[in-house]
């Protein structure tokens, strides 16, 4: 298949890798110049502009960083949709809102083609080893007709519903993410501060009604579990400000749909602490240190 | 074994029940007549005060609502400690705050006793069916000296480090449950509101980094989790008003211990209005109604 | 002076009005036929765009509900600056976010313009008698120039430093407010369960330092201070949903600074709740409501 | 009037120091003998326990940091209750909890006396300068009864209620204080992030509606006001770890009288971190540290 690859960074590249080693004739557009080599070393066609890279193609895919990078390289005047042919899907995999979706979806159909929001979950690491998970916002049939290409690069492709449901599973999972990890370091540190000992206690909750991701797999208290970014200081893993700009994402679309987010607006602020005091660039877990008097953050 | 058991409400009555059918010689004490009058018809004895209970006894057990109960039960001069042969062990299966337990286990030590406390988990459900999880704060040989009788109570005896380590590990986990189910609450509404269909959102966030009990057990949304009590109208389950007593330990206990409790401080809050408006012997995930435009709450 | 005036809701026709009153010529334009049609009435002439209504003005007001609004009559092929001429002064007294401001100043700048923020506070009250405070951000230069004409609708215009500064003290003012009102209202709340008269509660605030504008001017409990909306069923003042859009901007705002607002967010989410339930257009005081089991809210 | 003055601290000193300038006969009890050494060498006799210097008094004053100290003041085998002649008035001007003032009034009557709460507003400063804010709870005859000898110690002495209301009063109060002050830091902080002068914003919130005692007495950003804590490196003024007590006080009494109370327990948490980070002893109005990148708190 004839696909156009718009966006290489540290997720878009390893994704577009997994697609020309699944046999696809890939064009592809970076501002990065020695992200477009690296793939063209790998046998992608490089292409001037997002319009140029569109041309040709029977399938578009952009993984770019935020709406407004979306919205330059569809309707730019060197973008998609000055180049795309009728009929021909456009695939959005960024972390986007998902109001910037309808908007953009729209001024697709306009233009003859289908928007389709496929936000993953999985890391670099996923990206790499093609195991992402897709959630796909669009209609049954253009889900089973993108299907096939999504499962070159990830091993879960589920189908969430209309125009923007990829976008509205994946901001509510991370709202959920950001809260029981906050919700995990303020009882663990409270727990230690109350004399139990740490790995009792994550045990315990992990074989109770407080067992979730964020105390099972990801606990935030150092040696709780060995392969967790606590564990090695808090590096890797999913930044502090990655976390943020989704919580921002969320409170934002909660804002639209006037709903309120208690908690989720209140982790928001934990992070945003984290950030403001320099500890962006750790692994969110690092929430923690906010409830111990340990010396940083 | 003869053991004195005080306190035969929704819970202690069926525990009571199963120490019967293991074989135990039970010398019960409550201040309800009719509760005393199901045990004794079942083989128990009927004792006239704790201290009476206790005066026999190689064992006690205590099974209460809150401390206050427990130190009157305790220290009265009807009490257990006015009874209670020298080396007996008293176990408190009662959920209160650590610091109590501490000062119980002191008085206890002063009488030549050892106090250990071993709340549980499981509901009324897990009681009947001697299905229990017993959390245990005591010594190594205190532990090992009590299990083989918790165990006709119970399947789960965690040794949880020193006297009140029990406790902390109930208050810790009920922190992150009370946290993640409204957590949920607003992720589940939120989500919803912007268009996706509840069992799909609810399907991706089971099997995604937002996994936890709240949401893959009992998710507060109806009709997602068909055993759940949102599927039933709320009913059953565990009410708000005992999460809101939990919580109000572990911010009790957090406060003691100088640790900031932001999330579960603001989720006190949530169940509060709930209580507030009357809602309080619902179940606890009917904190969701906080965040719907559905009629009531 | 000729004057071009853009947007003439509840706000903006007072003020445009006062503006007539004070002998200047004014150019109205409005979306809605009838509120030009009373401006004309009272002695303005109607334009068919801004971009006419700004083409002779010798300075060009704008008072719209939104940042997009503003954008739009600036920006659109009928808009302000395709007619405005050089050195023109445009001075916009919506509420919007600083971020906006910093964009159009930075457009009106390329044409040839300065744009100046300069929103108001007083309400539809202060607007129609004329004692609007204005915020205005620009140099001291156009602060001297633009004062003699707001001079004409306010009585106190206040220069807060450079371009948008206007936005971010009204944003800073009314997210203190946002947060003394909630605050004050879980205060008098609390004080009157526990058995204090809400009268007797509210003077010992006032004169001590608990004091503030939202209890001494505005108090939410009904019957303490005569003249508060609290007091005639929350109608009239200023609405849930203004005072909504308002701490969306500043907590807007604050995400861009990556700054924490942790009362902020969490009074956005009371607020979000009283209009989610359906009580956005009562005064902002009735979010005291959510603290009260009083049938409703 | 012969008058019993138990508890000479930071506060308790220079109140009585104040009584016996009024011309009262002191009978005063401190554990603490260089307190009370203090007091003798002004003309005070010291008494050898709270029941000794009771005897003989015509009235009783205690100034103690908690209700557990007024509780052993009060009811220990050599307390108040063991000495004081019948119909003789308990004044106790601690800060406590409305539920311990309930249960003191209650023992005291049973012993044929009155207590009446009134705890003081004023610091330190004031205690010295007899210019403290009395708020008093009892009936309105005790009032009159108390009113003249609080005089001599204070210049605002306000019947609040029936007992407890006083502690209710002060509570309440501050409960706003803590709000008011920590929603002034974030908009503060906010308002200098986004680019406006600290003191201009200052201005325009005092003119204002976020006009509070926190703004335009004590505002947090240093400069602001000169003779604000803030300005002088957060030194003096009333310290974050007595906020903190206060906060507690209030929350503990919002869950026995089932009232939320979002603001108060939120920012109970942002005092408890700085707290935690070591920053107990400064001014409260240092909360402004957890907002801004500035290397400390």
């Not at 986007?96 to 953009?104: E, L, R, T």
């Given at each position: ?177 950001g809260i029981t990890m906050a919700g995990v370091s303020e009882a663990m540190a409270l727990g230690v501060a109350l004399g ?21 797999t990801y606990n935030p208290f150092p040696g709780v579990i060995e392969t967790a970014p606590s564990t090695r200081g808090y ?63």
């Amino acid at each position: 298949m004839k696909i156009a690859f718009i966006g290489l960074g540290n997720m878009g590249a390893p994704m577009a890798l997994n697609l020309l080693k699944a046999g696809h004739a890939l064009n592809v557009f970076d501002l990065n110049a020695q992200a477009v080599q690296s793939l063209v070393a790998a046998g992608a066609s490089a292409a001037t502009s997002p319009k140029a890279a569109s041309t040709d193609a029977e399938l578009v895919i952009t993984m770019l960083p935020a709406a407004a990078h979306v919205k330059a390289v569809l309707t730019g005047e060197e973008g998609i949709l000055a180049g795309i042919a009728k009929n021909v899907t456009i695939v959005d995999s960024s972390t986007i809102d998902p109001a910037s979706v309808k908007a953009f979806a729209e001024l697709a159909n306009q233009n003859g083609n289908t928007f389709v929001d496929a936000p993953v979950s999985g890391g670099t690491g996923g990206a790499a080893a093609g195991t992402l998970t897709f959630m796909v916002g669009g209609s049954a049939q253009v889900y089973e007709q993108v299907k096939p290409v999504l499962t070159s690069m990830g091993k879960n492709i589920v189908h969430c519903g209309d125009t923007s449901t990829g976008q509205v599973a994946k901001i509510c999972n991370n709202l959920v993410l950001g809260i029981t990890m906050a919700g995990v370091s303020e009882a663990m540190a409270l727990g230690v501060a109350l004399g139990i000992d740490p790995k009792v206690l994550g045990g315990i909750i992990n074989t109770s009604t407080g067992r979730c991701w964020s105390s099972d797999t990801y606990n935030p208290f150092p040696g709780v579990i060995e392969t967790a970014p606590s564990t090695r200081g808090y590096t890797g893993g999913f930044g502090t400000d990655l976390m943020l700009k989704d919580l921002g994402l969320a409170t934002d679309a909660a804002k639209l749909a006037r709903q309120p987010v208690y908690l989720g607006a209140l982790a928001q602020q934990l992070y945003q602490t984290m950030s403001t005091k320099g500890a962006g660039k750790l692994d969110f877990s690092a929430v923690i240190k906010l409830y111990r008097n340990d010396g940083d953050a």
